[in-house]
C-alpha cells in the first residue's frame, strides 16, 4: 500500500511539474477559432516560405508529404487555461522547411486559409521547437483542429499554432498577428504566464 501511495505521489507532481502556473489538466480536446472553419481539400493545399528577398519557395501537399517526417509527443496550453499532457503529433519540423541558411535573428508571421496570422521570433521555433502537423493522434488532423495542416509551436500558448496554415513569411521586423493585434501576448510564453498586454 506504501508503494502505491508513493507511486501515485511521485507521478501525480510529475504531472504538476509539467503544468505552466495558472493552468488546469485536461483530457478533452477543445476547439477554439475566431470565425468560420475553412474546407481545406488536400489537392487544393499548399504551403509557400517567403524569405526576406522576398524569393517563394512552395509545396504542394505530395511534395510537403515527402518531406522528412517527424512523431512528436509534446504538452499544449491554451490560454484560455486549459493545458493538455502527451499529444501525439506527425508533420515536418520548422527546420526543414525554413532551410539550413535561414538567419535566426528575425521573425515569422504565419498566414492562413481563412486570414488568421500569428507572428513568433525564429529563434522559438528553430532548433527541433516547431512543426507543420497533419497527423493527430494516429489520425490525419480533423478540420476544426486545424487540417489538413496547423502549425505546432508548444513551448508557447496555443494561439501561436495557426490552424490551416499555409504559409510562412520571414521577417528583420517583428508585425503582430490577430491576436497580439487584439490584447494577446507578443510572445505568449505559458511558464512567464505572458497572456495579454
Ligand atoms: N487559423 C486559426 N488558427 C488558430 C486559431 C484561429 O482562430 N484560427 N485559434 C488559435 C487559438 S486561440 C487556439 S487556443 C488554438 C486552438 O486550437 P484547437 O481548436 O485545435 O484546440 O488554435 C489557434 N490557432
Ligand atoms: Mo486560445
Redesign the pocket.
Known sequence: MAIINKGFGARRRQKDDRLPPGQYLTRD???????PTPAIRQEQWGFDVKGRDGELQSWTWDEFMALPQEDVTVDIH???AWSKLDTTWRGVSLDVLLGDDVDPDGFILAH?Y?G?T?NVPLEDVLDGKAWVAHTYDGEPLAA???GPA?LLIPHL???K?????NGLTIMDDDVPGF?ETNGYHNHGDPWKEERYW
Open positions: 480536446f477543445p476547439v477554439l477559432t475566431a470565425g491554451c490560454v484560455t492562413c481563412g488568421y500569428t476544426e483542429h486545424g496547423r500558448y496555443f494561439w499554432s495557426a490552424k490551416w496554415v491576436w
